[in-house]
T-cell receptor, first 115, second 113 residues
Framework: DTGVSQNPRHKITKRGQNVTFRCDPI?????LYWYRQTLGQGPEFLTY????????KSRLLSDRFSAERPKGSFSTLEIQRTEQGDSAMYLC?????????????FGPGTRLTVL | SQQGEEDPQALSIQEGENATMNCSYK?????LQWYRQNSGRGLVHLIL?????REKHSGRLRVTLDTSKKSSSLLITASRAADTASYFC?????????????FGSGTQLTVLP
């Protein structure tokens, strides 16, 4: 399977704990995006990387959130001191800048539940 | 925040009927895309229409774009039970280099066999 993969698929944690998610994009894709989706809503942009550089962050990305993409391949999203409001589906998408300029390829997501 | 709204929020039709979903957005766009999301699964890209295009077809899908009204519609013809899913429009705005997608709130389509 050469699509976008995300791990874990589900994560249940207690409030105050730290969690880390991983995204493996399609190998030739140099842009990687993180989105958050709550129940009944469309995904909302969090941040994106061009290769290893994090170029833009949404105001939704509080100080408790940090994302990395070392070596421009896989990416991690860490949430520190989780809160119940962090419960959501976290989606990763990748795209090549030499592509048609729009279509993004999404992973299956990581569903986070904060108790 | 969401770029716009989709209408209706939920739609239930019989297999074989056509389904039409509408999307409105707020800012100037580079392109508009439609995605499908099945329960518990990731988003799948359906079709992309650029700001200088007015209509596009792909199989049983037809999408229109009216930039003067900042609106788009997605028509699914001869629907099947397998089309049951949430459908989202997403825009890429004209300004900025991030090219992130800004999604609407979605339409939940149920196709009854």
């Amino acid at each position: 399977d050469t699509g976008v993969s995300q791990n874990p698929r589900h994560k249940i944690t207690k409030r105050g704990q730290n969690v880390t998610f991983r995204c493996d994009p399609i190998s030739e894709h140099n842009r990687l995006y993180w989105y958050r989706q709550t129940l009944g809503q469309g995904p909302e942009f969090l941040t994106y990387f061009q290769n290893e550089a994090q170029l833009e962050k949404s105001r939704l990305l509080s100080d408790r959130f940090s994302a990395e993409r070392p070596k421009g391949s896989f990416s991690t999203l860490e949430i520190q001191r989780t809160e119940q409001g962090d419960s959501a589906m976290y989606l990763c998408a990748s795209v090549t800048t030499s592509g048609r300029g729009g279509e993004q390829f999404f992973g299956p997501g990581t569903r986070l539940t904060v108790l | 925040s969401q770029q716009g709204e989709e209408d209706p929020q939920a739609l239930s039709i019989q297999e074989g009927e056509n389904a039409t979903m509408n999307c409105s957005y707020k800012t100037s766009i580079n392109n508009l895309q439609w995605y499908r999301q099945n329960s518990g699964r990731g988003l799948v890209h359906l079709i992309l229409i650029r700001s200088n295009e007015r209509e596009k077809h792909s199989g049983r899908l037809r999408v229109t774009l009216d930039t003067s009204k900042k609106s788009s519609s997605l028509l699914i013809t001869a629907s099947r039970a397998a089309d049951t899913a949430s459908y989202f429009c997403a825009t890429v705005i004209s300004s900025g280099s991030a090219r992130q997608l800004t999604f609407g709130s979605g339409t939940q389509l149920t196709v009854l066999p």
